[in-house]
């Protein structure tokens, strides 16, 4: 059963990778058929910490991959975050580790125990904007004008891939980060520029005001030393009997 959850660790700062001056920059969202060369999530330069990510993933976030007949063949990041296959988002990879998560394994975000809406873009694609900073380039920051407080996924997406980076361990609200694309398939041995950024969030759950805990703990008490009262009562009498 699905639900949602108000994490308690802390975060240092949110996302992705500080401006790398080494990296090549490169136009992004080249869909370039030049030779491929797979990258895991995990070899960008994160700057906070983040639960674990997925990819380089094959093709865009936004739009399932269909065949001639109309069959999916590749589902879309939103289509995956809420089908309940762990599988579709495996392996996983844990902050600058190379060893590869399967479903089970400590260290891997079960995603599926979550409701996942697509609600931040930079690109048009949720129905909330992202402010990014050097779009199309290897690294920048991006802000949105609410508070993130419950478990979230920011997609990178750049060249023919995108790779996921989930977080749910943090106590204080996020609104901003940075990012970079080292995370995400070179092209013909380059490094792929931004080509868009998408949030994808999980509903909060309200904590509950300290009065109503108050009353609630008042309530169990009382209800005990009644209960205890009149069984006693009860008791006596029917020894008198």
């Known amino acids: 059963m699905k639900h949602t959850s108000v994490f308690s660790a802390l975060l ?37 910490s983040y639960s674990s990510c997925s990819g380089a993933l ?19 990041l939103l ?31 079960d995603f599926t125990q979550y409701q996942w809406s697509l609600t931040y873009s930079d690109n048009n694609n949720g129905p909330k904007p992202i402010t990014v900073t050097n779009p199309g380039l290897n ?10 407080t419950s478990a979230f996924a920011v997609a990178v997406k750049g060249g023919n891939s995108y790779s996921v980076y989930f977080f749910d361990n943090f106590a204080s609200a996020v609104s901003s980060g940075e990012w970079d694309t080292l995370g995400l398939n070179k092209i013909d041995g380059n490094t792929p520029g931004h080509s868009h950024i998408d949030i994808y969030t999980t509903p909060a759950q309200p904590i509950p005001e300290p009065i109503t805990m108050f009353g609630i703990g008042v309530g169990l008490v009382g209800g005990g030393v009644l209960k205890q009262k009149y069984g006693k009562k009860a008791n006596k009498e029917k020894v008198t009997a």
């Not at 992705?16 to 370039?32: E, T």
């Open 79 to 109: 289509a995956r975050l809420n089908s309940g296959d762990k599988s579709l988002l495996a392996p996983q990879y844990t902050k600058d580790s190379t060893i590869a998560l399967q479903p089970g394994n400590n260290g891997f975000f």
């Open 12 to 48: 240092v700062a949110a996302s992705f990778s500080a401006a790398n001056p080494s990296l090549a920059q490169n136009a992004g969202g080249d869909n370039s058929t030049t030779p491929v060369i797979p990258v895991i999530c995990s070899s960008g330069f994160i700057v906070s």
């Open 139 to 148: 690294s920048g920051t991006w802000s949105i004008a609410d508070q993130l």
């Open 58 to 76: 094959s093709g865009n976030n936004v739009g399932s991959e269909i065949d001639r007949d109309g069959v999916v063949i590749s589902p879309d």
